[in-house]
């Protein structure tokens, strides 16, 4: 593992190990989970939310919201630069990705129909966040 200006890098083979195999591939390989599976999706515990694969802090429980997509919602991250997003073509598609800052790891992807007051949503995989419970 090699950290260079906040930034953490490892090689596949390290993220193997450390990671589920489901978390290694949603967050290494871009995945999906499967809707309304995760645990995180039904969590309205106040707290933050976390990159699963390095724990940079990410998303806040006050921007989450009940989206009805099956899929932990937030409308806003903790700070923009905590994420970067992505021009993202696969399936046909064209959608916006966003994946961590810190290590790369794919979250999941933005959409202009959130709620105010940014009008964004944040579509993220309960497997690719922990969640760090207000004390
Ligand atoms: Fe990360």
């Not at 940079?56 to 905590?82: A, M």
């Not at 966003?98 to 992807?109: K, N």
Request: aromatic residues 12%; positive net charge.
């Amino acid at each position: 593992m090699r950290l260079v200006q906040n930034r953490i890098e490892k090689s596949e083979k390290e993220w193997k190990k450390v990671l589920t195999p489901e978390q290694y591939h949603v967050l290494r390989q871009k995945g999906t989970e499967r809707p309304f599976s995760g645990k995180l999706y039904y969590n309205k515990e106040k707290g933050l939310y976390t990159c699963a694969a390095c724990g940079q802090e990410l998303f806040s429980s006050n921007t989450k919201f009940e989206s009805g997509s099956g899929w932990p919602s937030f409308y806003d991250v903790i700070s923009s630069d905590r994420v970067r997003l992505q021009e993202d073509t696969s399936y046909s598609m064209n959608r916006i990705e966003v994946v961590c800052s810190s290590c790369g790891s794919h979250l999941g992807h933005v959409f202009e129909d959130g709620p105010a007051p940014t009008g964004k949503r944040y579509c993220i995989n309960s497997v690719s966040l922990g969640f760090k419970k207000e004390e």
